[in-house]
């Protein structure tokens, strides 16, 4: 009774870390979030720059995948801040964002949109 009652008292001193993972996987050779749709990269984003360029309106358009403020980067994964203070998951340093016309996972109708915007590879 004494040990469960020192083992509950360090759980509840122990501070909380998020270990959260980026919610992607891979399916067909491309990244998707955990709902299943595909995410793309932004060829005007600056790779390791920690920043997006794609806010305001283009941000409706390309939503970002959003990281929760204590999530921590994980391998290839990394969080940036974007200019309105919210935290992004990137990948490789090139923030990650759906497709607002994609309707199911599995589509892919924003890969080559202005031969800027790409399907996102693991």
Known sequence: MKMQKLALALLLATPLVSLAAPPVMVSSGML???NGMTLYVFDKDAAGSGKS????ACAKNWPP??????????????V???????KQ???????LYYWVKDQKP???TGDGINSVWHTAKP
Request: hydrophobic content about 30%; glycine content about 14%.
């Open 65 to 78: 995948l959003m990281a929760a403020a204590s999530d921590t980067a994980s391998g290839d994964y990394t």
């Open 89 to 95: 998951w990137a990948l490789k340093g090139k923030p």
């Open 32 to 34: 998707t979030g955990s």
């Open 80 to 86: 940036i801040t974007r200019d309105d203070g919210m």
């Open 53 to 56: 360029v794609c806010n305001d």
């Open 106 to 108: 599995g589509d892919t």
